[in-house]
């Protein structure tokens, strides 16, 4: 608590007072007041300069912490002022350089690099005090001996609650030996070059002096070039399909566009493509290429290696160690490939060699993998993007479909219906007393209500119908083709089906549910979006005024008055005798 400073009232007139005199108004009350508060204000200003002080002293300390762990750092540490002025290093600085802290501050730190590093250096340090963005360089620095260190230099700007930097942190790393062993290698590789270099001279000589083994090596050669050919082919196919795989929007068109390539980048070969059941206990082959023909198109899962292992699985001709019991039979070489989507298998590409290949090479297997990859990495995607629609057009607490998705489907089944000239029902619902649940049984038990209701109005509406939550406790049904009086007897039956409703939370029955709906129809009570949900919104009101737990249609909109009317038929009749006189 702040201390009042004590001060005799006596000190400010000059002489005792008594009390007495101050009632007999011999002193003025207004020097008194003056006072005392001037006393006040001593004393406020005094704890003013108190806190000051104390706010001082901790920003010391703050900074006598950050001197005492950059001094306990091995590497080079230093700051500067928004400027690029450095106001500190830390003593490696000065025990490597040997400046002093005169010839370090500010710019002076410059002295210490190479001098063909330094225009560099400056220019990058004056991008990045700049932009304000991170500051990153490599450059030799001059030790006390006189020697050069390369060194990689990382600094970051630090900002106020503002955005505003305010101090630049810097760290010097030693890169000498990184950088020495980096010349080593490139040593090494100019040797070994020149060592290729020696040995093609000798081999041309040698082929120049034997015409045979230079008609092999041409051979040799041809092979070599025709295989590159196929394998860039192959690779280029492998790229395009690739490319085709990003742009699929489900399954069957990854499926349909990996059985069309297959065949084109594996030429020699025969494969099959399967994949799971929902359940994942059995597999189904959903096509071939090249006649490929497994024993079994239905086989469960566990008879595959590949599947059960999330690995590929080689089986070799003749090899009897752990052959796949879906390809009992299969006298060639095979393999089979997972189809993984986000670390899960969802099927397998089954590929049979030739039967004058024993064996896969390993640029074969790899490529084969990374067609199978490529599969899965599209599937992935689609996954992914499945799972953003979801997200973007489902209520997370009911799984209905939310407002933003009710918008959009409104206005594409109002045009439908205008198009058609059908109807179109909808139906506002709000659960009566919702906020009863919550006060009494809690939130969760208010959700629980919330899901359970959805999930009744899935069940009670047609596959062509809509189920949305509008928001709180309100939910909208839209119900394509349904006039007035079919929508309200849907509404009727949702109503009374609901009361016989059953929500346990916790073991606890939550009592009956009512509900009360609002009616409306196209195109009684409007043409658009807002005009329906405003007609359905405030039939809802209305039957919430009425008692709730009942159903009530919407009002149609009014007719044009009488006057109105009237005043348009004359109108248009001057309008008619105006063009035949002008005729």
Known sequence: ?????????????????????????????????????????????????????????????????????????????????????????????????????????????????????????????????????????????????????????????????????????????????????????????????????????????????????RRQLDEQNAKMVHELTARSQRATLLAKMGELLQSCVNKDEVFAAALGFAPKIFPTSRGAVALLNPARDLAEVIGSWNDCRLPMPVFESASCWALRTGHPHLVVAGDTTAPCAHAAGVKCTYLCVPILAQGEAFGILHFQAAVEEPVLADAELSLKTTFAGQVGLSVANIRLREALRTQSIKDPLTGLYNRRYLAEMLDREIRRAVRSAQSLGILMLDLDHFKNFNDTYGHEAGDTVLRETASFLIKSIRVEDFACRFGGEEFMVILPTADLNAAHARAE?????????????????????????????????????????????????????????RVVDAVPPPAPAAAEVQMGVQIEAQVNAAGMGKS
Not at 505 to 515: D, E, F, K, N
Not at 523 to 544: F, M, N, V
Request: net charge negative; proline share 4%.
């Open 1 to 213: 608590m702040w201390t009042l400073p004590f001060v005799e009232l006596s000190s400010c007139f000059g002489s005792p007072l008594t009390p007495g005199v101050l009632i007999s108004g011999s002193y003025d009350f207004r020097l008194v007041a003056l006072s005392v508060a001037l006393v006040i204000a001593i004393a406020f200003l005094g704890r003013l300069l108190a806190m000051q002080g104390e706010a001082v002293t901790a920003a010391r300390d703050g900074e006598a912490r950050f001197h005492a762990l950059a001094e306990a750092i091995p590497q080079i540490v230093w700051t500067s002022t928004p400027e690029g002025l450095v106001d500190y290093c830390n003593r490696r600085w000065y025990e490597f350089t040997g400046l002093t802290e005169e010839q370090t501050l500010g710019l002076g730190w410059k002295n210490a690099l190479h001098p063909d590093d330094q225009p560099v250096v400056a220019q990058n340090w004056a991008k990045a005090l700049a932009s304000g963005a991170a500051f990153e360089s490599e450059y030799r620095i001059r030790n006390a001996a006189g020697g050069l260190r390369w060194h990689l230099v990382r600094a970051s700007p630090m900002r106020d609650p503002a955005g505003t930097i305010v101090k630049w942190f810097g760290a010097c790393a030693d890169i000498e030996d990184q950088m020495h062993t980096q010349q080593v290698l490139e040593d090494q590789a100019k040797v070994r070059s020149a060592e290729l270099a020696e040995a093609n001279t000798r081999l041309q000589e040698e082929m120049l002096e034997r015409d045979l083994a």
């Open 493 to 549: 039956r949702i109503r009374s089906k609901l009361r016989e409703l059953t929500v346990l939370h916790r073991g606890q029955s939550l009592g009956m549910i009512t509900v009360s709906v609002g009616v409306a129809a196209l195109p009684e009570h409007g043409t658009s979006a807002q005009e329906l949900i405003e007609a359905a919104d405030a039939a809802l009101y209305r039957a919430k005024r009425d008692g709730r737990d």
